[in-house]
């Protein structure tokens, strides 16, 4: 099992910016993917950007040179760095942990609200 602990949402005016941290624990694997998804009311979750424990990354294009993912693997975490904040970023933003070869090892943290006022 992994538990995840998110941190670092809450509202902020348009043009600003966020940090959202998360911390895993428990039995982690070394060969991982860390990432960040988003459900604003009334829509499906979708990825905003992963990062894999070799350090490669990939964003969605509405995210594409405002947010930034970065890890820490010695702390087991991974952070999201949000500029330029648009009324359109408000969701829920969930953590994601997983190994891309094992489908049973897929945890999702609680999530962390992101308000964006205009």
């Known amino acids: 099992q992994v538990q995840l602990v998110e941190s670092g949402g809450g509202l902020v005016q348009a043009g600003g910016s966020l940090r959202l941290s998360c911390v895993a624990s428990g039995s982690i694997l070394n060969i991982n993917v860390m990432g960040w998804y988003r459900q604003a009311p009334g829509k499906e979750r979708e990825l905003v950007a992963h990062?894999?424990?070799?350090?490669?990354?990939n964003y969605a294009d509405y995210v594409k040179g405002r947010f930034t993912i970065s890890r820490d693997n010695a702390k087991n975490t991974v952070y999201l760095q949000m500029n330029n904040l648009k009324p359109d970023d408000t969701a829920v933003y969930y953590c994601?942990?997983?190994?891309?070869?094992?489908?049973?090892?897929?945890?999702w943290g609680q999530g962390t609200q992101v308000t964006v006022s205009s």
């Open positions: 994601n942990f997983k190994n891309p070869f094992l489908r049973s090892y897929d945890y």
């Open positions: 990062i894999i424990s070799g350090g490669g990354t």
